[in-house]
């Protein structure tokens, strides 16, 4: 089968890096991405690796290994704003398989 | 302004009365999907549009139907719904489909909150 490992929870400090994991099992697919998901919101689009290596969006970052099946998000300068939800995802042919989520509770 | 429309927002109903909650997005986007989000299982896509009149199962299919006659409009249909079927509801749309073009951001809707009872 197909599925994505991520955290349920990590925890920060404001002004703080922090790094969310997302591990698979599966092969053959085309790149993984990430959404962001604030409570009541729909989720944002985020970052995205077709491959291997870093791709930089401003204060985020991903990161993607094929041959270690695993990819993280790197956020920097964390703000209280970045207290949400986010999400990896395995785009496979034209469908696309979401892991269940990172909540990020950052303290002040 | 570009964007992703549900409607309704939010609905309850009863087990077994047909519903539609329809989509619609104004990017001229040829990809379209619905997901369905349940607490602690993330997102699950339901179906996808690769264009018009072209339809696939995501990985929730059961008790689920669309239909793309256009390319801005992707409504889902459920035909007897259950309370297993209770659950908040988002469409997305991207540019193109997502398999290794360059088109791979998907913009999503508000969502819809469906409650069945």
């Known amino acids: 089968g197909q599925s994505l490992e991520q955290p349920s929870e990590v925890t920060a400090v404001e002004g703080a890096i922090v790094q969310i994991n997302c591990t698979y099992q599966t092969s053959g697919f085309y790149g993984l991405s990430w959404y962001q998901q604030h409570d009541g919101g729909a989720p944002t689009f985020l970052s995205y690796n077709a491959l291997d290596g870093l791709e930089e969006t401003g204060r985020f970052s991903s990161f993607l290994s094929r041959s270690d099946s695993y990819g993280y998000l790197l956020l920097q300068e964390l703000q209280m704003k970045d207290s949400a939800s986010y999400f990896c995802?395995?785009?496979?042919?034209?469908?696309?398989?979401f892991g269940k989520g990172t909540r990020l509770h950052i303290l002040p | 302004e570009a964007q992703v429309t549900q409607n309704p927002r939010y609905l309850i109903t009863v087990t077994g009365k047909k519903l539609t909650v329809t989509c619609s997005q104004n990017m001229n986007h040829e990809y379209m999907s619905w997901y369905r989000q349940d607490p602690g299982l993330g997102l699950r896509q339901i179906y996808y549009?690769?264009?018009?009149?072209?339809?696939d199962k995501g990985d929730v299919p059961e008790g689920y139907k669309v239909s793309r006659k256009e390319k801005r409009n992707f409504p889902l249909i459920l035909e007897s719904p259950s309370p297993n079927q209770t659950s908040l509801y988002f469409c997305a749309s991207s540019l193109s489909g997502l398999a290794g073009g360059p088109h791979y951001e998907q913009y999503f809707g508000p969502g819809t909150r469906l409650t069945v009872t």
């Open positions: 995802a395995v785009h496979r042919d034209d469908k696309i398989i």
């Open positions: 549009s690769m264009n018009v009149e072209v339809t």
